[in-house]
């Protein structure tokens, strides 16, 4: 148990860094908020292809896989106390961690056949990026964080039924869990980045909790 705890207090650290590494690359690195015309993010990619191809591993990739061992080990924590939402919020954890992994090789994939199709057609490499970020974009829950709301209010919601170190966590979770929710509503899809900065404190938290109560 032990073991596991430590695990996942790592892969919550590690999130909680990836997003924080992600922001930093992605608003002033690739300062990629700021480019809306789509020949303009080819010819970011074509500048920077590396750094494109690993911030999607980190963001994406790797995320992915890390969320397996931290929704796992959530599981195993609360799963005494409320089997049936631990097990239900872990199946929507996994799907969210399929998804993230698939977003990031979908854009990853199109890194190198966007830059040989620049060379010799700019204008139609520029549609053939739009078409690999709108794919990664709804893999990625570009369109509002559902799958990553409903897990954390739903693990959240059951880890309030276990001791009293996780109730504190667990209420900022069920905050984290609505506002990326609500980030799928209409006109809402700034709740897309608030969600994005409460869940880091979420993970740290959380990652926090799990090294200094490593027994029930």
């Given at each position: 148990m032990k073991t596991v705890q430590k695990y996942g207090a790592f892969a919550a650290f590690y999130m909680a860094a990836a997003y924080l590494i992600g922001i930093v690359i992605f608003m002033v690195?690739?300062?990629y908020p700021s480019i809306t015309d789509t020949l303009q993010k080819v010819e970011m990619v074509v500048s920077q292809p590396g750094v494109t191809f690993w911030s999607n591993i980190l963001m994406y990739v790797l995320?992915?896989?890390?969320l397996v061992v931290f929704a796992?080990?959530?599981q195993n924590r609360v799963k005494e106390n409320a089997p049936a939402l631990a097990q239900v919020a872990t199946i929507i954890a996994l799907i969210w961690a399929g998804s993230l992994v698939a977003s990031g090789m979908v854009a990853n994939a199109g890194i190198e056949p966007t830059i040989a199709m620049y060379e010799s057609d700019p204008s139609q490499a520029a549609v053939m990026w739009n078409t690999f970020e709108t794919v990664?974009?709804?893999?990625?829950n570009g369109n509002g964080e559902i799958l990553?709301?409903?897990?954390?209010?739903?693990?959240?919601?059951?880890?309030l039924k276990c001791m009293a170190s996780t109730k504190a966590v667990s209420y900022l979770g069920l905050v984290?869990?609505?506002v990326g929710i609500f980030s799928t509503l209409p006109g809402m899809a700034d709740f897309a980045g608030l969600f994005g900065i409460t869940q880091i404190i979420w993970f740290v938290w959380w990652g926090i909790n799990l090294l200094k109560h490593k027994t029930r």
């Open positions: 690195v690739l300062d995320f992915g896989l890390v796992l080990t959530l990664s974009s709804g893999l990625g990553g709301g409903m897990w954390t209010l739903l693990i959240s919601i059951a880890a984290v869990g609505l």
